[in-house]
């Protein structure tokens, strides 16, 4: 297990150095540079060559990215070619403002689908079934910005409860933001909530279905305790990837949720930047986002190595396997 | 972007069958926008909120920078003279101006006892400081290129200033009243984006770039004191979301927001929440690049206007909210503006194409989301031009590089300026040969040489008379055409009275709120 964690890391490290690659050369193709898209209607050839030697735009561009990889690997992420502030800080600051929204919205969004997922694929053909599938289905078919827009509709303008936007940006008080934050949760609860549903749901019917529990329940176990004793614990691991795909994508900074409220988190800064082309605060964002991905992908596996013994011993007996194999064909 | 696109497309729609489906609930006639905003007598103080798109993370008070946060400046400083509704230039921060019989030199006279917000008195020393910031390289000003024609700035005395040109301008004034002329402290160039020390309406409270800021009333403000105690400025991008805060009465004024006219139809129809008109305020254009193989030859620029009548995209693309443009590029409200309808007819536009041999002639027709009336506009265009038998396609690409890779670089597209320019600078900046924001590259020496010749003519009258010539010109043999003026559509709470902009300004004095 130590092993596995450890390639992972290694990996890991890799594909960060990929994901800032990309990134930074995806948007050196982007037409227009930071000077250019600032200047807009006013980029006369003038003032954009003033502005780009301001900014130090004239150096050649993988020499621009080689000082950029040195700079990060020591944990210098440089400052924003817009704002002029460090990119760390105002990084963590977005990112602290992405987690108001996401924690609260990973924690119901995870728990509640679980349950009606089970409480779905338990009462399978029946009432409760067929309603929590539609409505699922439903919200599943619905973008997140349409959600976004009904909920700001009937719960900021016709019901005031909520405020419509955060209007003070990143300096809104944390009071502010917390207000802020619930519509924007909701919506990612119902955006992520489907899936989880529909896969728990399927999930628990296979389990159910499987020859341990239908002995189970010949030999006279109680049905509640063979669902959550015998069936829940395995079925919940096929849906294991299915949430952590969910909760990257979520912690990633849910882009269009955040822009439509205005909310000053990861995603809303990742906009701005792009349409700017402020490529320092692009480029960690980028690691951000995929740091992310491989660790909550790495919770996931681990999780799931912790709670199934079968596939512990499955990795180990098919290497045993594999071995002579290899092997044979080396020699 | 173009997911951003779509999804703001939708969401007018979305808006758009929302108010709909509201109409035909009630049974309500439909919704029309008020011509103006509401006038009377407002309450005394109060705090208005203001939601702006900010420019971007680098925006600065600076006035003179090309990244500066427009609503501030007006509330913060002054001018030396400022242009009134009709385009006449009017005192602000001078008395009085003169110039010697060649208009070469021009003395203004400042007024007497006015304090910067330091507390600091103006003087013609700061004119000069802030002239000479502006024409400096390294602020990279836009105002920069119209003001080359200075060749020094002199302070005579405590409240006399002098401006020695290199060639004669009659029109000189005028050219002072752009949003980047606001005075400002002398050697105060590398503080000013941050401490806004201006001479103006309000003081400063606070200012994050992209983010919140405030003023409050300037008690010793030479014009009197302001109707408000306080404005707040929030920095919204997106354009939904900026409307949902006024819906939500989160703020009460929405600036440099064209609303489309479904959202319009919302904001209108919503309690609390109204739509005011800013006269002429967005100045459409279809720029035909004059170095293009497609509209090289003028013959060819005729028939792309006397295919189209403009008061056909006046009612279908921006549904009679605004002025028939005619391809002048004055704007109706000034004074020098040259009333010519000039001929529409299709049959003449074929037969121009059938000499050119280009029968049947079609191009790209080049749009974008970066305007809510762009596409509207070009559409409607392109069913007006297909009378005469040519066939745009309309090609609507995205809007973040829309004036980095579109404008000035394919052969015909829509695009938009604010109106409020004086008329010299106007066809100065954007007509002349070889002017950097000449966004169809036209050039035509006749046209260049009746500009020099009217700046040098100090009779009133005659000057006037060439400046008229010279739009003439422009609607015969020019490049770009104007479709329509069209009003914007601004959304503000219905507590807001006396609202009005022009000239690049808010009236911020007169700007309050209603009794309680």
Redesign the interface.
């Known amino acids: 297990m130590i092993r596995l964690v450890a390639t992972r890391l290694a990996t890991s490290v890799v594909t960060l150095f990929l994901a800032a690659f990309f990134v930074f050369f995806a948007v050196q193709a ?3 540079d930071v000077a ?12 954009v060559a ?2 780009r030697k301001q900014l130090g735009l004239d150096a050649n561009v993988w020499q621009r990215f080689a000082s950029w990889l040195g700079h990060a690997a020591t944990g210098d992420f440089g400052t ?1 070619l ?4 460090s990119v760390s800080s105002t990084i963590w600051t977005a990112f602290s403002h992405t987690l108001l929204i996401a924690v609260p919205a990973i924690i119901v969004g995870v728990t509640l689908p679980v349950l009606l997922g089970i409480l779905a694929g338990a009462r399978r053909g029946r009432a409760t079934d067929s309603t929590i599938s539609v409505v699922a289905l439903v919200a599943m078919s619905i973008p997140e ?2 959600v976004a ?1 009904v909920l ?2 009937v719960f ?2 016709a019901i ?1 409860v909520f ?3 955060v ?5 809104a008080s944390f009071s502010e933001l917390a207000s802020a934050a619930v519509l924007p949760a909701v919506v990612l609860v119902v955006a992520m909530a489907a899936y989880i549903i529909r896969a728990m749901r399927s999930s628990t019917i296979d389990g159910l279905a499987t020859e341990y529990a239908t002995t189970a329940e010949l030999k006279g176990v109680p049905r509640r305790r063979l669902l959550w004793r015998h069936v829940v614990p395995t079925a919940i691991l096929p849906v294991l990837p299915v949430i952590s795909i969910n909760v990257a994508w979520l912690l990633g900074g849910v882009v ?1 949720v955040e ?4 909310y000053p988190g990861l995603g ?1 800064l990742m ?2 930047s ?3 082309r ?1 490529l320092p605060v692009l480029q960690a964002i980028a690691l951000l986002s995929a740091l992310i991905y491989v660790l909550v992908n790495l919770a996931a596996d681990l999780t799931a190595l912790a709670a199934d013994p079968r596939q512990r011993t499955l990795n180990r007996a098919r290497r045993r396997r594999r071995r002579p194999t290899l092997e044979e064909v080396s020699g | 972007m173009s997911p951003s696109i779509d999804r703001r497309t939708l969401l007018a729609g979305a808006f758009g069958s929302v108010a709909t489906l509201g109409l035909v609930a009630c049974g309500a006639p439909p919704l029309q926008v008020p011509r103006q905003a509401a006038t009377g007598t407002p309450r005394r103080g109060g705090t208005l909120r203001i939601a702006r798109p900010a420019a971007s993370a680098a925006e600065t008070l600076d006035p003179a920078s090309s990244l500066s946060a427009y609503e501030y400046l007006g509330a913060l400083y002054n001018r030396l003279v400022r242009l009134d509704r009709a385009g006449q230039t009017v005192p602000d921060l001078a008395s009085d101006w003169s110039s010697d019989a060649d208009a070469t030199t021009w003395s203004f006279r400042l007024r007497g006892g006015v304090r910067f917000h330091d507390g600091r008195a103006l003087t013609a020393r700061d004119v000069r400081y802030t002239i000479s910031h502006i024409l400096d390289p390294k602020t990279a000003s836009p105002q920069a290129g119209p003001l080359e024609l200075i060749k020094g700035v002199d302070a005579v005395d405590a409240t006399t200033v002098r401006f020695r040109l290199k060639t004669p301008n009659a029109e000189f004034p005028s050219l002072l009243t752009a949003y980047q002329c606001y005075i400002i402290p002398e050697g105060s160039a590398s503080t000013i984006g941050r401490t806004g020390i201006g001479t103006g309406p309000f003081v400063l409270d606070g200012f994050a770039p992209a983010g919140a800021g405030s003023v409050h009333a300037n008690e010793d403000y030479f014009g009197g004191r302001a109707t408000l105690d306080r404005i707040d400025f929030f920095s919204i991008q997106d354009t939904s979301a900026r409307v949902n805060a006024l819906l939500a009465h989160q703020v009460d004024l929405l600036s440099q927001t064209n609303l489309d006219n479904p959202t319009a139809r919302v904001v209108a129809g919503s309690s609390g929440t109204t739509v005011a008109r800013v006269a002429n305020a967005q100045w459409y254009t279809m720029p035909m690049l004059a170095t293009s193989k497609e509209f090289s030859d003028p013959r060819m620029r005729q028939a792309m206007k006397l295919a189209y009548d403009p008061r056909a995209i006046l009612s279908t693309a921006i549904q009679g909210t605004g002025t028939a443009g005619w391809d002048n590029p004055v704007p109706p409200q000034l004074k020098d503006w040259l009333d010519l309808e000039r001929e529409h007819d299709p049959d003449k536009a074929r037969s121009i194409l059938r000499t050119l041999g280009r029968e049947n002639f079609r191009t790209r027709i080049y749009t974008s989301a970066y305007e809510p009336n762009l596409t509207p506009i070009a559409t409607a265009y392109a069913a007006q031009a297909q009378q005469a038998g040519i066939r745009l396609q309309i090609t609507n690409v995205a809007a973040d590089s829309y004036y980095t890779q579109i404008w000035m670089q394919r052969p015909l597209m829509v695009s938009y300026w604010f109106t409020g320019r004086p008329v010299d600078q106007l066809l100065n900046q954007i007509f002349r040969s070889k002017s950097s924001y000449n966004e169809s590259a036209w050039s035509n020496p006749r046209f260049d040489r009746l500009l020099d010749a009217a700046r040098a003519d100090t009779n009133d009258t005659t000057r006037r008379q060439k400046y008229q010539d010279a739009q003439r010109l422009i609607i015969e043999d020019g490049a770009d055409m104007t479709p329509v003026f069209g009003d914007r559509l601004v959304g503000l709470s219905t507590n807001v009275v006396n609202y009005s902009e022009y000239g690049f300004e808010f009236d911020y004095l007169s700007l309050g709120l209603k009794e309680a």
């Not at chain 1, 250019?36 to 003032?47: I, M, V, Y």
């Not at chain 1, 209007?167 to 300096?171: E, F, P, Q, T």
């Open positions: 982007l037409p227009g250019q898209q600032l200047l807009g209607q006013n980029a006369t050839p003038e003032a003033t502005l924003s817009v704002s002029g502030q910005f349409v827009t700001v509709l900021a303008i005031p405020p419509a936007v209007l003070r940006g990143s300096a269009v822009s439509v409220f205005n809303k906009i701005d792009v349409s700017t402020d």
